[in-house]
Each structure stands twice: as structure tokens, then as C-alpha cells.
């Protein structure tokens, strides 16, 4: 499903214009981002999942066309753990 098959389906499902749709769709997605940049990001919506920031630590890899070790740096990274009502629909 792409963003606008879900501002189709919203502005279907609650009768109102795409336009407007697409708007609440992105105000949500800027809310879970803005929420996500502070120090402790965490956004809860409870019966669907939790998105949280992870800090991964700075690790070796390997090139896989050339096979030399390469440094990867430390970087944040998003994770999704989801909730018991989406557990249990899919």
C-alpha cells in the first residue's frame, strides 16, 4: 500500500476530500518525526505498535564486491515493535 492508497482509503473512510486526507496524513507522519529527533524519541499508539530511536554502535563490515573491511559509522536508527491488537490481525 502506498501514502496514496492510504489518503484514498482515509478519505473514503471518514467522507472527506483527499486534500484534507492527505493534510491529517502528514501532520501524523511529522508528529511520529518531530517526536522521534528529541533525545528520548518514542511514539506509542496503543493496540497498533511503538516506534522508538535506537543509537547503533559504530561496527566493522565487509565490502561485498571487494571483500575489504570497511568501517560503518555509529548512527540513530528507527525501530518498530508492534502492539497486541496488530500482533493478533496479522
Known sequence: MTKADLVDKAAKDAKISKVAAAAALNSFMDG???SLKKKEGK???VGFGTFSKVRRKARKGRNPQTGEPI???ACN???FR???KLKEAV
Open 32 to 34: 511520529i518525526t518531530k
Open 71 to 73: 568501517k560503518i559509522k
Open 43 to 45: 511514539v506509542t499508539l
Open 82 to 84: 508492534p502492539g497486541k
Open 77 to 79: 536508527v528507527v525501530k
